[in-house]
């Protein structure tokens, strides 16, 4: 297990190290002069070489990644050049905050994805079943900003429930707080359950009609311990490796819920900062987010391998 | 014990409901043992299942009655039914492979029964779990029952499938089809085990098969099934040698029996009926040799001595035979010219797989493990223009690599092969475009080898195509003319591979090989996935083909009886070596290898010495 883990660290590694050359590469071929930026479109070619010295933006190409880069393993991350201050405490708050609303909507998915996805494939065929396929479609197929919308209108607007945007610290009140989670947290669900419920189904459905299952039957086992035992541990294999590129596509999502309900983590910093053209700051959030796409991977694959002895230790000889 | 009145079970199919069974009754005394006999579609399988309570949400029971104990299970509730299950009647299922949960410890899957019928804790079951597996032969049960199942062999899932059903001392085990997955030699040790189990136990089996020399072994009560009914009943040896239903008189003499020298073999012509609308009369008329018209009128089971037969006629036929209706005369045996060169030459040929590398610590090192077998080990061989060479071995002894081998569908390692004089093992695979012609091969499995989304016609008429044997205009010509050498009629190129059965698809397969004209054909089991009475068709056939177009066959199979009945000389292969090789009827009956010896020993017969318990002492796999 422990060389299983090591191998997959390594390449989570090797992942970062070239996300971080393409955020890099990209950034700085992209247009516009950063001293430009910063000093106005007033600013006189000899203040903007003296800035460009300054910030080292006449070195070669592989000095500056490099002294960006050692500066990310350090703590360093830089300064926004837009706020004028240390890129590390900003980001640092954003992402608690985006994890907060990504991590509730994660666990909600998870419970009631599966839970929708099993239920459905015990009732196969049935009204139920048709059911949770629609309302799932549904909510896959219409984009985010859309039910953000829709939540909005119904729970802030209509019935007066929530608060239609903003964001409220703990130290302000846990419930305050969680008032604030509430409505971003159902468009994000709302638009991710149909992946998970669809898969859980399927491959809940095809391992029911296996012979195994059958053979549990046999056993006179309970069909709660035939179902949730014996059953879901081998439907469950697909539905991981989904779940970890949802995950994925949560931090694409955070960016459009954060923006509609003006919640202030991780996905406005990203608008925020291409907006304004704040490139340090936009590095820096892009390489976070790889990082975490990275790591839930790794995460889902470990997991992988606890529920499947095939995989486990290598020790696989077909 | 199990008591079974009048069961008919329906399927409903999206062709229309079809009958699987028709009005079955049998019952298993108490400490006896029942076999059900029967080819794929007799409907045995789902005897195993009604009696379980088992049957998919497909199937519909019109009528009849199955008592478990004096207790009618079909009034019961199904909670009632559940905690008979696994609790007073357990079910060994058919593959190994694929009834192990393969996310749970063997142990576990083993013990649970107790966790939910007995109560135990789940640590005591799993202590109960090793002790059970330590009861069915298996050696170090405590490292077994921390193994998931993909770890352990054929052999030892079984066992381990058979302790769990044992588990929580069931009155009645029912097996369905419990060593047909298994090699031979692992197939002798179950038997062995049931047997012993059963002694010692005083369990009642109702054991379900399709091979009767495996049924000789293990029961006292047989019942012959065909198309959803019972067609025959009584003493397992009574039937055997003097089967009376000529449906079990035809599946008797389907068998091909070792010692028994190179008469065709009797097949079964036809199929069964069509289900969705039984006929009215005997069922099995269309195919019976001695159908008379009173066949016509509906048959019913009675009593003939201490037998029940459905057949009309049963006085009559008890004493006629099985004709040898073969497939076609006979014909005058193949000589091989005396002198004449080998069609197929390979010596020394070694091919190696590596199954798994990777990286493991060693210490703190990390370091390349790689772990390899050498399934085709320096072998040599040769084979007669001509000639039948068998090949056997159990699975995994490298018999399938080496076929493919010597046509270079896998690259040997090292080692030359020429087949017909032209030496094949230098050339790179563009240039083999002669030995391509030369030399086919026919595959296991037809429903997997024959594309299924192309007719027959183009199926056959591909390789004559493409190596240029005909123009194109008389291509159709051809096909007939192949269709025609496989004894299938000339419409049939207009189908597609779902459309035939598993013979008809095999023999489309055997065509496809011949349609090069080939001199040399490698047959990969091809009989393995038939049942008796087609795999008796398809063995003659083959045996007719050699005769009349002189072609050689490499011909592999696990079954020793077929392979001593077709080839003219047989090789054993063990580990990928070739262990003994020489003519067929010296190795049957003289073998001189022990390995021979033992997997010619464990083959369960229909003839012979009726038992033949205690010189196969249960071994570790």
Redo the contacts between chains.
């Keep these: 297990m422990?060389?299983y883990i090591t191998?997959r660290l390594l390449f989570v590694v090797l992942v970062l190290v070239a996300v971080s050359m393409l955020v890099f590469g990209i950034t700085v071929l992209l247009p516009g002069n950063v001293a430009y930026l910063i000093l106005g479109q007033f600013a006189t070619p000899e203040q903007v070489h003296v800035l460009e010295l300054k910030l080292g933006l006449t070195d070669p190409v592989w000095l500056q990644y490099w002294r960006w880069a050692s500066g990310f393993l350090t703590g360093d991350l830089g300064v926004s050049t837009l706020m004028d201050r240390p890129i590390g405490p900003l980001l640092a708050d954003a992402i608690s905050r985006s994890l907060m609303l990504t991590g509730a909507s994660f666990f909600l998915i998870v419970v009631i994805g599966l839970g929708l996805g099993i239920v459905a494939a015990l009732r196969h065929g049935r009204p139920l079943d048709h059911g949770i396929s629609i309302g799932t479609y549904l909510g896959i197929a219409a984009p985010e900003f859309f039910w953000a919308i829709i939540v909005i209108i119904v729970f802030a607007a209509w019935l007066g429930w929530l608060p239609s945007s903003g964001y409220e610290p703990i130290s302000s009140g846990v419930g305050n707080w969680a008032l604030h989670l509430i409505a971003p947290t159902i468009t994000l669900v709302l638009g991710h359950l149909a992946h998970v419920s669809r898969l859980t189904r399927s491959s809940m459905i095809e391992v029911l009609e296996?012979?195994?299952i059958?053979?549990?039957?046999?056993?006179?086992?309970?069909e709660r311990?035939v179902v949730l035992?014996?059953a879901l541990?081998?439907a469950l294999l697909p539905t991981i490796t989904v779940l970890a590129l949802d995950f994925g596509r949560l931090m694409g999502g955070i960016v459009v819920v954060e923006t509609v309900f003006a919640y202030p983590g991780l996905g406005r910093l990203i608008i925020f900062s291409i907006q304004n053209r704040d490139i340090p700051t936009l590095q820096a959030s892009i390489l976070v987010v790889a990082a975490i796409y990275a790591l839930a991977n790794l995460f889902a694959d470990l997991l992988y391998a606890r529920?499947?002895?095939?995989i486990r230790y290598?020790?696989?000889?077909? | 014990m199990l008591q079974i009145d009048d069961l008919t079970v329906r399927y409903r199919t999206p062709g229309g409901e079809i009958e699987a069974l028709s009005s079955i009754s049998v019952n298993v005394e108490k400490g006896a043992t029942l076999a059900l006999v029967g080819e794929s579609g007799s409907g045995k399988s789902t005897v195993a299942l009604a009696a379980m309570g088992l049957l998919p949400h497909e199937a519909t029971i019109p009528a009849g009655r199955i008592a478990f104990d004096g207790n009618d299970i079909m009034t019961m509730p199904a909670e009632a039914r559940r905690q008979l299950r696994g609790s007073r009647m357990a079910l060994v299922f058919q593959d190994p492979f694929s009834v192990l949960n393969p996310s749970l410890r063997i142990g576990e899957q083993v013990g649970e029964g107790l966790v939910y019928h007995r109560d135990f804790s789940t640590e005591r079951a799993f202590a109960r779990a090793i002790e059970l597996l330590d009861e069915v032969g298996i050696v170090n049960p405590e490292a077994v029952a921390k193994a998931y199942p993909h770890e352990l062999s054929g052999g030892m899932r079984q066992r381990a499938l058979i302790a769990g059903a044992l588990a929580s001392e069931p009155d009645l085990l029912i097996l369905d089809e419990p060593t047909t997955a298994l090699d031979v030699t692992i197939e002798a040790q179950i038997l062995e085990l049931l047997e012993q189990l059963r002694i010692r136990r005083g369990l009642t089996m109702l054991f379900i098969s399709h091979n009767l020399g495996v049924v000789r072994r293990i029961a006292d009560q047989v019942a012959v099934l065909y198309a959803g009914q019972i067609v025959e009943q009584g003493a397992t040896e009574d039937i055997l040698h003097r089967p009376v239903h000529p449906y079990a008189k035809g599946l008797l003499a389907a068998i091909p029996r070792l010692g028994e020298k190179k008469q065709r073999l009797a097949a079964i012509p036809g199929r069964l009926p069509d289900l969705r609308k039984p006929p009215v009369g005997c069922r099995f008329a269309g195919r019976c040799p001695f159908a008379t018209p009173d066949s016509a009128a509906p048959q019913i089971l009675r009593d003939l001595g201490d037998r029940k037969v459905r057949c009309t006629n049963a006085e009559h036929l008890r004493d006629t035979p099985w004709p040898h209706l073969g497939d076609g005369a006979p014909g005058e045996a193949f000589t091989a010219p005396v002198d004449s060169a080998p069609i197929v030459v390979a010596q020394k040929l070694s091919k190696s797989f590596t199954l798994s590398s990777g990286f493991s610590f060693k210490g703190w090192r990390p370091a390349a493990t790689v772990k390899r077998i050498k399934p085709v080990d320096d072998i040599s061989v040769e084979i007669a223009p001509g000639e039948v060479l068998g090949l056997v071995g159990e699975s995994g002894s490298g018999k399938t690599t080496l076929g493919r081998t010597i046509l270079r569908l896998v690259e040997p390692e090292s080692g030359t092969i020429r087949i017909a004089g032209e030496t094949v093992s230098d050339k790179p695979q563009r240039a083999l475009e002669a030995m391509r012609r030369t030399a086919q091969i026919v595959f296991q499995n037809p429903d997997s080898s024959l594309n299924p989304r192309k007719t027959v016609g183009e199926l056959l008429g591909r390789p004559i195509e493409r190596f240029g044997l005909a123009p194109k205009a008389d291509i159709p010509a051809r096909v007939r003319s192949l269709l025609d050498l496989v004894r299938l009629p000339a419409h049939y190129a207009d189908r597609y591979a779902h459309q035939m059965s598993g013979g008809e698809k095999q023999r489309v397969g055997i065509a496809r090989a011949l349609a090069t004209e080939p001199r040399f054909i490698v047959c990969d089991e091809p009989v393995s996935a038939l049942d008796v009475s087609v795999q008796a068709a398809i063995v003659n056939l083959l045996a007719d083909l050699r005769d009349r177009l002189g072609v050689a066959y490499l011909f592999i199979s696990h079954d020793i009886s077929v392979v001593a009945h077709l080839a003219d000389r047989v090789a054993v292969m063990h580990l990928g070596k070739i262990v003994e090789i020489g003519a067929a009827d010296e190795i049957m009956n003289a073998p001189q290898h022990p390995y021979t010896i033992k997997l010619l020993s464990a083959v369960p017969r229909v003839d012979g010495p009726a038992r033949q318990t205690g010189h196969l002492a249960a071994q570790p796999d």
């Design positions: 422990t060389a191998r296996s012979p195994y059958t053979a549990a039957r046999a056993k006179g086992l309970p311990v035992h014996h541990r081998n529920f499947n002895p095939k290598g020790r696989n000889v077909g």
